[in-house]
């Protein structure tokens, strides 16, 4: 018998040979022993009736007869002679009627081996019991040392394949022909099989995966089926009739590569899922991803396969550069997966080391996370007004069953001693505490959470106590406690420290009085705090309440004249006040009042060319007589203006400014500070540009300087020293025009700058931008932002967008004011919708915001635009308007009572606190706005439908507040102020175009 020269770890690249005619040639066979080395395979198998005498015909009479054996132990052997030659072992293929006496088996197998064949495929194994097998494997060996044994397993169960376990077998055999490039079944048969032996992958011309590469291109098909064996498996089976359908070439590489393998037991492994356009495998470090289907491309994710690899393994190598986006169909394409060292530690020094380590080593015990609410992890602060409740919240945690206590420690910015409330435990770790600001500013808190070794003692005792335990021993130690307590409070002469005193003085150690909540509490007061453990500082910004609730009003100075064609003055906005205020606005807002430049002046209508007499746009900012410090002479002096602010405050009117970083050509700055503007190569003036447009009009200082990150320091102190001088004139709330095209370093200093010195000072951003953006200005200190209201009209977007905004990650710090219209958004809904529009569009932001606005003609129903665009007819932007402020069809009273509904419920001071309900109407929207403290219950149901009646069911949330489906409410109409009571979930209401919504108020549960 031939010693095999196979190392037990080298793959096995068997050719199996179906031609029975070649057992009998010498010089075909030699040729295919030739061939089958020259290709790089290491053994050749034959079936082994081929191997038998040309008389015998395979009955058992045959087998059994002497000459037979001879003859077929010496055609055996010379077959096994000539692979030798060429150094390729012998396997037989062999059935059990190949052998049919039982008796004969072990002999008739030994004898086989001793003449040089290799070892045995075993088909039907299944027909014998493993028992069987284990003692035949057994005997065969003990007379000739050395045979293999390759259980032939396509086909069996997985219980027949766990059986085989211990029954002998050197190797088994993968159902590759069969499989459709896709399932998982073929990777968790390997792995059955692996718990048996180590797998040989066959690759035949049977079954459905072989027979699919006879279709479509067979080169590409039978190179998926060649490369899948080579990878799956710790060797391959290959027929002779893969070799007659051409696929000599691959064949001879996969040996090659297989011949550098050694086989090292890992699992194949699946990273594709059956929803993947490919499939991808590995084993080993060496993978093959292919495409299952002969007749579409397949999209390969190398990232997501970079991502499954399995354990040890972390990049991705391809045998050629290219790295494939696709496969052809049935294609397929090898590739290894590269093995990384894991990450060591800097190297360091003995000293850094220790150092490190006492670092770790002294590490806070207690775990403080998740703390709520915090806006980018404390990056920037959270927002509150002065007497709100700000709830916080923390996972707090420590090893072990002791007890822990927290506070939250918070003060102002300019205090330097901490006021602590204590945080009461939440349940699964989670702890909560509230505190109240009461100043404008910035504050600060912290958590601090400790063991409380007090209360783990006594409630430790208690238990003890409870269950009979002799405690006596626990109540010495007790004492202890409390003289350590003593002795940090014997300079104190709190009530908490007499009573430890008079627990001590007893002398008798008394259970009761030691356990007691009294000594408790004193304990709590004088707890020595071990492994105290604090969180990082969280900012608080506190602003006065009208940064959250407030109600705005747009009007453009110039056009309140009473004269039609004058220039109207502050003294004329004097005279309208009273009718403001009288509709429950308190915020005047005023568009640009500073003088307008002249040259490239818009006409009307945003003409680019002004006729005689044009006013120009206010934001067009700067002349001659001055630029963001002075004021347009014809609407008054500086004395006038601070008149009017006086005026305003008498009314309960607060006026705000439009501070619009944008010049005119003709701004002093350009003449004072020239390097603040961006000039083009031929000396010309980069105007406004948003491409295609130019606002020729208008031009934009550059905040740093040219491409360089370096900011315009003077510019940037220059803004605002703008702002601060209207501070100083009387203003406290400024509306920011685009802030989103102004960069946000700019933005976080100067209103820092300003929030240090004036923390009443309010600043809405006009940013209809991406989200995000509207976000980080929000963050950066804005106390309000215009929103996408504008543009939000039906039920799905209306709620969608309210629950967006009442969530973290905004609710911390975005507040919205919803504006109905602007100077520059006529919207679309408005246009057509007649006065039941503008009634719903102003219960919608009344009642959804806490903070709301209008521009001036809103209330008079003003929606003449522009053909097709979002812009006003006539544009008081571009012109002189005079207004009839009383004209038929007007929703004045109708705002004025919304209005008063807002200021009489404190629910509606907030877009929190929101919470949609059921109502059978698709163009009806119902919700309700409630207190954090529950105390004031809104609810609003409005027609989205401006032209027609709606009549609908609503679904009032009884269960909600504790109520059964057929409790009665007592409730207020707020909009009629009727009293009226309602019993059971389900009410019917009736909407219409002149009253297109109800406000209720809940005045009694139950």
Not at 485 to 494: F, G, I, L, P, V
Request: proline letters at 6%.
């Amino acid at each position: 018998m031939n010693e095999s020269p196979i190392t037990p770890r080298e793959s096995d690249r068997i050719l199996l040979v179906d031609a029975p005619e070649q057992a009998w040639d010498d010089s075909a066979w030699r040729r295919t022993c030739r061939q089958a080395r020259a290709l790089g395979f290491n053994g050749i198998m034959a079936a082994c009736g081929q191997a038998r005498h040309p008389r015998a015909a395979g009955t058992a009479e045959d087998m059994a007869d002497p000459d037979v054996h001879e003859t077929m132990d010496h055609t055996l052997a010379r077959l096994a002679a000539v692979c030798a030659e060429e150094a390729l072992h012998f396997y037989l293929d062999v059935a059990p009627a190949d052998i049919a006496l039982p008796s004969d088996r072990t002999k008739c197998l030994a004898q086989w081996l001793a003449v040089g064949v290799r070892g045995f495929c075993c088909r039907h194994v299944e027909r014998s019991a493993p028992a069987d097998w284990r003692n035949l494997i057994g005997e065969v060996r003990g007379r000739a040392a050395g045979g293999r044994f390759l259980a032939w397993t396509p086909g069996m169960s997985a219980e027949q394949v766990k059986a085989l376990r211990g029954a002998g077998f050197d190797a088994t055999f993968l159902s590759l022909p069969w499989w459709d490039f896709r399932s998982s079944w073929l990777v968790e048969e390997h792995a059955r099989l692996s718990a048996v032996a180590p797998v040989i992958v066959p690759v035949t011309a049977d079954g459905p995966a072989c027979l699919q590469a006879d279709a479509g291109d067979p080169d590409t098909a039978w190179r998926r089926c060649i490369w899948t064996a080579a990878v799956s498996g710790s060797g391959v089976l290959v027929s002779d009739r893969v070799l007659r359908a051409g696929a000599v070439d691959e064949l001879r590489a996969m040996n090659e590569w297989l011949g550098t393998r050694r086989d090292d037991g890992e699992a194949l492994a699946l990273l594709t899922g059956p929803l993947s356009a490919c499939t991808a495998l590995i084993k080993g470090g060496a993978g093959v991803v292919l495409n299952p289907s002969s007749e579409r491309k397949a999209a390969v994710d190398w990232p997501l396969l970079r991502s499954r690899l399995p354990d040890g393994y972390s990049d991705i190598q391809l045998p050629c550069a290219e790295a494939h986006a696709s496969l052809a169909p049935a294609a397929c394409l090898r590739f290894m997966a590269r093995r990384t060292l894991p990450v060591r530690p800097a190297s360091s020094s003995m000293a850094e080391k220790r150092k490190l380590g006492l670092g770790v080593m002294s590490a806070s015990r207690i775990a403080i996370e998740s703390v709520e609410p915090l806006v980018d992890g404390g990056r920037f602060a959270i927002k509150a007004t002065p007497g709100q409740a700000v709830g916080i919240e923390a996972d707090i945690f420590m090893d072990g069953h002791d007890r822990l206590a927290a506070c939250v420690a918070w003060r102002a910015a300019d205090e330097s001693g901490w006021q602590e409330v204590r945080m009461e435990p939440l349940g699964n770790d989670r702890w909560r505490a509230v505190f109240t600001p009461a100043r404008l500013g910035r504050h600060v808190f912290v958590i601090r959470a400790w063991l409380d070794s007090w209360e783990s003692y006594r409630i430790a005792t208690l238990k003890k106590c409870d269950a009979g335990a002799d405690i006596a021993l626990d109540l010495l130690e007790g004492q202890a406690l409390l003289r350590d307590a003593a002795h940090r409070a014997r300079r104190q002469s709190s009530e908490g420290a007499r009573t430890l005193q008079e627990v001590l003085d007893a002398g008798e150690l008394d259970a009761g009085a030691l356990l007691s909540d009294a000594t408790a509490q004193a304990m709590s007061q004088m707890d020595a705090r071990p492994f105290e453990t604090m969180s990082d500082e969280v900012h608080v910004m506190v602003e006065r309440r009208k940064a959250g609730f407030s109600s705005w009003y747009e009007l453009f100075p110039r056009s309140q004249a009473a004269v039609p064609g004058r220039h109207g003055t502050f003294q004329d906005v004097r005279g309208r006040l009273a009718a403001i205020r009288g509709m429950g606005f308190d915020v005047l807002y005023f568009p640009p009042i500073h003088p307008i430049g002249r040259t490239n002046r818009k006409g009307r209508n945003n003409a680019l060319t002004a006729a005689a007499g044009d006013p120009g746009s206010p934001y067009a900012i700067g002349s001659e007589e001055g630029g963001h410090d002075a004021l347009h002479p014809q609407l008054g002096s500086l004395d006038d203006f601070k008149e009017l602010l006086d005026d305003a405050r008498g009314h309960g009117l607060e006026v705000a400014l439009d501070f619009a970083i944008q010049c005119s050509p003709d701004h002093p700055w350009l003449a004072e500070h020239r390097n603040w503007f961006n000039w083009r190569p031929d000396g010309s003036l980069r105007y406004a540009e948003n491409p295609p447009k130019r606002y020729e009009d208008i031009v934009n200082p550059d905040f740093y300087q040219g491409s360089q990150p370096k900011p315009r320091a003077s510019l940037w102190r220059a803004l605002r020293d703008i702002v601060l001088y209207w501070i100083e004139q009387g203003v406290r709330i400024f509306r920011v025009d685009n802030p989103h095209t102004k960069p946000l370093p700019f933005w976080e200093w100067m209103l820092g700058e300003i929030h240090a010195r004036h923390p009443d000072v309010i600043f809405l951003s006009e940013a209809f931008t991406r989200p995000r953006m509207m976000h980080r200005l929000a963050k950066l200190g804005f106390s309000q932002s215009y929103t996408y209201f504008t543009w939000r009209n039906d039920k799905r977007e209306l709620t969608s967008y309210m629950e967006e905004l009442a969530s973290s990650p905004l609710a911390e710090s975005f507040r919205p004011n919803f504006f109905v219209n602007t100077p520059d958004i006529n919207p679309y809904f408005l246009q057509a919708s007649g006065r039941a529009g503008f009634l719903i569009r102003a219960a919608l932001a009344a009642t959804l915001s806490g903070s709301w606005g209008v521009y001036s003609g809103f209330e008079l129903c003003e929606a003449r635009a522009l053909p097709g665009r979002e812009e006003y007819m006539d544009s008081e932007k571009y012109e002189l308007r005079s207004w009839d402020w009383d004209r038929p069809g007007n929703i004045i009273a109708e705002i004025s009572r919304l209005n008063r509904i807002r200021q009489a419920n404190p629910a509606l001071w907030t877009h929190l606190g929101v919470r949609f309900h059921t109502v059978h109407d698709d163009e009806v929207l119902f919700f309700s706005k409630t207190t954090q403290e529950g105390d004031n219950i809104v609810l609003v149901a409005v027609s989205l439908d401006p032209h027609s009646s709606r009549r609908a069911w609503l679904e009032l949330p009884l269960w909600s507040w504790g109520l059964a489906d057929d409790a009665h409410l007592q409730l207020d109409d707020l909009c009629t102020e009727a009293q009226f009571e309602l019993h059971g979930k389900h009410q019917e209401i009736e909407l219409t175009p002149e009253r297109p919504y109800l406000v209720w108020r809940i005045r009694s549960l139950g």
